[in-house]
């Protein structure tokens, strides 16, 4: 949600845009803060992006910006530019985000850049790493005490460190260089001189490795409340550490992925994507629900005896399938919700299915006698109340299921439990709430009626 600062912001941005007052916009952007500009540019067209960005100055602030904004933004900045100029740019940010950019652009621009940039031996080992690993998202730049230091030795190392990153807490590495402790500034400082680190560290720590998922790791840093994780290779050797503001990134940007995915709707924003890609993106999925109208339509159509016969059964349709079609959709979204976040595991799987369809079970039951009710009261015989409210409680407790099993099932299979859950579980639910409810209605109503 936007304070009504930023909304502000954004307001006199897009006004200046459009109006085309260039001297008065450079005045409001050189007196904003990064952080503010870039949330407000996240909310605009990219050809209006670029045009602010364009009058950010100075290569500090503008790396901050590029830094602030998600991907593909520093590659549309970037790639245009003259390798010079991108890397006075690039030289601005942490070597973990300059190895993101670079990985972003065009290669061969982002080779002749690597050229140019000076000690460019780290960030490109940096661009070995998957982007979506720790080694991908971890700094480098850190400072490691050694076990045989004393307290006083490693308050002097702390001195002559200059601007490393660093938190509330120092890793403690062997003559090898292997992670052997952790030690909490606060116990370092209170330490006597003359104590050794080995004697006062934590030895017990918890790390990840070069190759493990950035979800991974933010549901470590969520788990035990780390403000950073050490990242260590194969041999347990520290080689970088992955702190919290990385992780925040990683948290929202997983989160508005899925949320996209189960849309349908892509892995980018709207508002950041022209008409054609986004019908581009959209229209594969949206074929596929309409795959499953068909399919439904068809269902429907072997049940014209029992329309023409009870028409007043029409009426119900809408509900019964909007009503099964959200209860499905709730069922899905908290279950590939816990999958992301790592709730659920192999052996739990059968307990959230079972919990899943209780929880379908009593609302249909419920929804199902208030409707029932209705059809009960209004309908042309009671027979109709009694066919609808089973219809009502049976689909919903079915959408239930399908909404839980489905994304347990794609996960399973190494699939991305957001990608094609919303599209199999609305076709899913459309076309079995449609079999579900003439099947029980017809056959309760022929029944109750011949008795």
């Given at each position: 949600m936007q304070t009504p600062k930023l909304r502000l912001l954004q307001d006199s941005v897009r006004r200046l845009l459009r109006r085309q007052g260039w001297e008065p916009l450079a005045r409001l952007v050189a007196k904003t803060r990064e952080e503010e500009l870039a949330a407000v540019l996240s909310t605009m067209a990219e050809e209006d992006q670029i045009a602010v960005f364009r009058l950010v100055s100075g290569n500090e602030r503008k790396a901050n910006v590029i830094v602030q904004m998600q991907a593909p933004?520093?590659?549309?900045?970037?790639?245009?530019?003259?390798?010079?100029?991108?890397?006075?740019?690039?030289?601005?940010?942490a070597p973990d985000d300059m190895a993101d950019i670079l990985a972003?652009?065009?290669?061969?621009?982002?080779?002749?850049?690597?050229?140019?940039?000076?000690?460019s031996e780290q960030v490109e080992s940096l661009m070995q790493y998957g982007d979506d690993t720790a080694g991908g998202i971890m700094l480098p730049d850190f400072l490691?005490?050694?076990?045989?230091?004393?307290?006083?030795?490693?308050?002097?190392?702390?001195?002559?460190?200059?601007?490393v990153e660093m938190v509330y807490y120092i890793y403690v590495a062997n003559e090898h260089g292997h992670l052997v402790g952790v030690i909490s500034l606060r116990k370092l400082v209170a330490a006597p001189p003359h104590m050794r680190v080995r004697e006062i560290m934590e030895p017990d720590v918890i790390s990840v490795t070069t190759d493990t998922d950035q979800e991974e790791v933010a549901r470590l840093v969520a788990r035990y409340g780390?403000?950073?994780?050490?990242?260590?290779?194969?041999?347990?050797?520290?080689?970088?550490?992955?702190?919290?503001?990385d992780v925040i990134d990683v948290l929202r940007e997983e989160a508005t992925e899925d949320m996209l995915k189960m849309a349908g709707a892509g892995t980018d924003l709207t508002e950041v994507q022209s008409v054609p890609k986004n019908v581009r993106i959209r229209f594969p999925w949206l074929l596929a629900s309409a795959g499953g109208g068909l399919v439904g339509a068809a269902v429907m159509g072997g049940f014209d005896e029992t329309l023409a016969a009870h028409h007043y059964l029409a009426f119900f349709l809408p509900i019964i399938l909007g009503m099964s079609g959200n209860v499905g959709t709730q069922s899905a979204t908290v279950t590939v919700r816990a999958i992301a976040m790592g709730h659920i595991g192999a052996e739990r799987n059968w307990d959230v299915v079972r919990k899943e369809v209780s929880i379908g079970l009593l609302m249909g039951a419920m929804y199902g006698l208030v409707v029932g009710g209705v059809a009960a009261i209004f309908g042309e015989t009671p027979a109709y109340g009694l066919a609808v409210g089973l219809a009502m409680g049976v689909g919903m407790t079915v959408a239930s299921c399908i909404g839980t099993t489905i994304p347990l099932v794609l996960s399973r299979l190494g699939i991305d439990p957001a990608v094609a859950t919303g599209p199999f579980v609305t076709t899913s639910v459309d076309i079995l709430g449609i079999l579900t409810y003439f099947t029980i209605a017809s056959t309760l109503v022929s029944w109750i009626i011949a008795q």
């Amino acid at each position: 949600m936007q304070t009504p600062k930023l909304r502000l912001l954004q307001d006199s941005v897009r006004r200046l845009l459009r109006r085309q007052g260039w001297e008065p916009l450079a005045r409001l952007v050189a007196k904003t803060r990064e952080e503010e500009l870039a949330a407000v540019l996240s909310t605009m067209a990219e050809e209006d992006q670029i045009a602010v960005f364009r009058l950010v100055s100075g290569n500090e602030r503008k790396a901050n910006v590029i830094v602030q904004m998600q991907a593909p933004f520093g590659k549309r900045v970037l790639d245009p530019m003259p390798p010079q100029q991108a890397a006075a740019i690039l030289r601005e940010m942490a070597p973990d985000d300059m190895a993101d950019i670079l990985a972003d652009l065009e290669p061969e621009h982002a080779q002749r850049i690597l050229e140019i940039l000076e000690g460019s031996e780290q960030v490109e080992s940096l661009m070995q790493y998957g982007d979506d690993t720790a080694g991908g998202i971890m700094l480098p730049d850190f400072l490691a005490l050694h076990a045989e230091d004393t307290a006083e030795e490693a308050i002097q190392k702390l001195r002559e460190s200059g601007d490393v990153e660093m938190v509330y807490y120092i890793y403690v590495a062997n003559e090898h260089g292997h992670l052997v402790g952790v030690i909490s500034l606060r116990k370092l400082v209170a330490a006597p001189p003359h104590m050794r680190v080995r004697e006062i560290m934590e030895p017990d720590v918890i790390s990840v490795t070069t190759d493990t998922d950035q979800e991974e790791v933010a549901r470590l840093v969520a788990r035990y409340g780390f403000l950073a994780v050490p990242v260590v290779d194969d041999s347990n050797r520290l080689v970088g550490i992955v702190t919290v503001d990385d992780v925040i990134d990683v948290l929202r940007e997983e989160a508005t992925e899925d949320m996209l995915k189960m849309a349908g709707a892509g892995t980018d924003l709207t508002e950041v994507q022209s008409v054609p890609k986004n019908v581009r993106i959209r229209f594969p999925w949206l074929l596929a629900s309409a795959g499953g109208g068909l399919v439904g339509a068809a269902v429907m159509g072997g049940f014209d005896e029992t329309l023409a016969a009870h028409h007043y059964l029409a009426f119900f349709l809408p509900i019964i399938l909007g009503m099964s079609g959200n209860v499905g959709t709730q069922s899905a979204t908290v279950t590939v919700r816990a999958i992301a976040m790592g709730h659920i595991g192999a052996e739990r799987n059968w307990d959230v299915v079972r919990k899943e369809v209780s929880i379908g079970l009593l609302m249909g039951a419920m929804y199902g006698l208030v409707v029932g009710g209705v059809a009960a009261i209004f309908g042309e015989t009671p027979a109709y109340g009694l066919a609808v409210g089973l219809a009502m409680g049976v689909g919903m407790t079915v959408a239930s299921c399908i909404g839980t099993t489905i994304p347990l099932v794609l996960s399973r299979l190494g699939i991305d439990p957001a990608v094609a859950t919303g599209p199999f579980v609305t076709t899913s639910v459309d076309i079995l709430g449609i079999l579900t409810y003439f099947t029980i209605a017809s056959t309760l109503v022929s029944w109750i009626i011949a008795q």
